[in-house]
């Protein structure tokens, strides 16, 4: 290519563009916070995800391909899943996990990942011998499970579907069943959650110690809420507390139990049944 | 040379050559290597749970239109000038009573027409995909799923709001913008670049720098306290070049967020504002240059 620009004019087109810059930044600012309150372009990258991913992805990552990136790695964990490493899945999932903090999808399944399968496996683990190593191990795992879940959480505070799987992991993995209660009760406040969600955090808290006073007036309420709540389990936990807390005959439910649920609570995880 | 009052028709003349000289490059061949990529992938993917595949199907399709359009524009618009220099199409054209504004916004028109082709060929092409795959679990799900109509109808909104959302749509015009933004940053970096290749590499290491665009200007006006020349350079980074990350919305539609209508039309508003802003660049220098 030949000819020739006079340099005087490209240092007046850098002029210009410094020029026009300098009154769109203002502009620029206002979206970016506009973006920020709708939450998007809300991800930070930071140095300890430059190490994870190496330096062409964190480059690629840097270049408006973090979604791509993401999808790669969950690959790789998948891959990795199906040949049972779970201390590098645990890695994968923590770059996953910081390259797109907005998918849910990515923490539950991470969390399930972790709390439930590497738990298990952990407990069938032969070539550890020592029954209460393995125990440790497997809560371990489960402590990452929460651990996914807790991040994800503060990532989408927005979002009742984590706490529901927090509620999850706490009834079945940790046996907290206060916690699980806690949890339901958290994910059940959200305008759009499902109405099982209430019911679980009364249940849960019916199982857990001390707070049965507290699960029978949440139940007495549920049940008070309309036929949509009144599901065999409610009745049947209504009446024991009943019993255990000695409510007097003319207050107690004498209502039927009905045949058969009108809805049931989906099988964990909340995004992804299996 | 000057050409008297703008003329709509020299220049969509010199937008319709443009484009028809860009097809007969085979531009389009990229379309193989996308439909390849993504109908693989959602093959390779089924073997996922069907919220897993359908938001990396979504992920890769996005992030692969992103690639090929931000590419296509810089190797497109980075040719436009050298070529025609090479062939000395230009002094034909110029001869004649055509303005050189004229001439570099018939150039620019052309490769943004067929950047809007390519969105639309690549983005019906992923929503095709999507929409087959989505139609496949449907049915899937229905044949093995043996519960009441209630549950079954519960897993079939779920399946149909994992795959296709209303707001994949404007992800998709976003991408059209921002490769048009760099199609015109790339004709004006092509107005004083000694060739074609200087043109593609100075355009690639500006789309890097443009998606640091936010981190320089966060830097500068952040109050850190850092050398006078440190923030001069964040400064002048943050003022010179357009802000890439901007445009960057399709990661965070992917995984389920809304785009508001406000944030959209400004996001818009601001690519067409770049793309003008480096078009008139390019104009300003383009006008004196000895050819």
Request: hydrophobic share 50%; net charge neutral; proline share 4%.
């Amino acid at each position: 290519m030949t000819g020739r620009v006079n340099p005087l004019r490209v240092l007046v087109t850098i002029l210009f563009l410094v020029l026009a810059g300098s009154l769109i930044l203002p502009w620029q600012i206002e979206l970016q916070h506009l973006d920020r309150s709708a939450r998007l372009r809300s991800a930070t990258l930071d140095l300890g995800l430059r190490e994870r991913v190496g330096q062409a992805g964190f480059l690629a990552a840097l270049s408006g391909f973090r979604a791509p990136l993401a999808a790669f790695l969950w690959i790789s964990a998948h891959a990795a899943w199906e040949r049972t490493e779970w201390g590098k899945m645990v890695t994968l999932f923590d770059s996953v996990t910081a390259l797109q903090p907005r998918v849910l999808l990515y923490w539950d399944i991470a969390a399930w990942h972790m709390a439930w399968n590497a738990s298990a496996s952990a407990l069938q683990d032969l070539t550890q011998p020592s029954e209460a190593l393995r125990e440790r191990s497997a809560r371990q795992y489960v402590a990452l499970g929460r651990d996914f879940l807790e991040r994800g959480i503060r990532n989408n505070p927005d979002d009742y579907h984590l706490y529901e799987s927090l509620g999850r992991l706490a009834a079945a993995k940790e046996l907290n069943h206060a916690a699980a209660s806690d949890a339901y009760a958290k994910a059940a406040s959200f305008t759009n959650a499902p109405a099982y969600l209430s019911r679980l955090a009364a249940f849960e808290s019916s199982e857990s110690p001390g707070r049965q006073r507290e699960a029978y007036q949440r139940l007495l309420s549920l049940y008070r809420s309309g036929k949509q709540q009144r599901v065999p389990t409610l009745f049947k936990l209504l009446h024991e507390l009943e019993l255990k807390l000695d409510i007097p005959e003319d207050q107690r439910i004498h209502d039927t139990i009905p045949e058969a649920p009108s809805n049931v609570p989906p099988a964990s995880p909340s995004i992804t049944p299996r | 040379m000057s050409g008297g009052s703008p003329s709509p028709s020299r220049i969509l003349a010199i937008a319709g050559n443009t484009f028809t000289d860009l097809v007969r490059q085979k531009v389009f061949l990229f379309l193989l290597i996308f439909s390849l990529m993504v109908i693989g992938c959602s093959s390779f993917l089924a073997r996922f749970s069907f919220q897993e595949e359908f938001q990396m199907l979504k992920d890769v399709s996005l992030g692969a239109m992103s690639l090929f359009l931000s590419f296509l524009a810089i190797l497109a618009s980075a040719m436009l000038l050298p070529r025609d220099l090479e062939d000395r199409t230009i002094f034909t054209i110029l001869s004649k009573p055509v303005p050189r504004h004229e001439y570099l916004l018939g150039k620019l028109f052309g490769v943004l027409y067929m950047l809007l082709l390519s969105t639309l060929l690549l983005g019906g092409l992923f929503l095709a995909v999507l929409l087959l795959r989505e139609q496949s679990v449907l049915l899937e799900t229905r044949n093995s799923l043996s519960s009441s109509p209630q549950e079954l109808e519960s897993a079939l909104a779920e399946i149909r709001q994992s795959a296709f959302n209303w707001n994949l749509i404007p992800a998709m015009g976003i991408l059209f913008v921002k490769s048009s933004l760099i199609a015109s940053l790339t004709l004006m970096i092509s107005t004083f670049a000694t060739s074609g290749l200087f043109a593609i590499l100075i355009s690639s290491s500006v789309y890097f720098i443009g998606h640091l665009q936010e981190t320089a200007r966060e830097y500068w006006l952040g109050g850190i306290a850092v050398h006078w020349w440190s923030r001069l350079s964040a400064a002048l980074l943050a003022l010179v070049f357009p802000d890439l990350q901007a445009f960057n919305l399709s990661d965070d539609i992917v995984a389920g967020k809304g785009i508001p209508m406000d944030v959209f039309w400004q996001t818009v508003a601001l690519g067409v504002l770049y793309t003008a802003i480096y078009y008139l660049a390019a104009c300003f220098v383009f006008q004196k240059r000895e050819l």
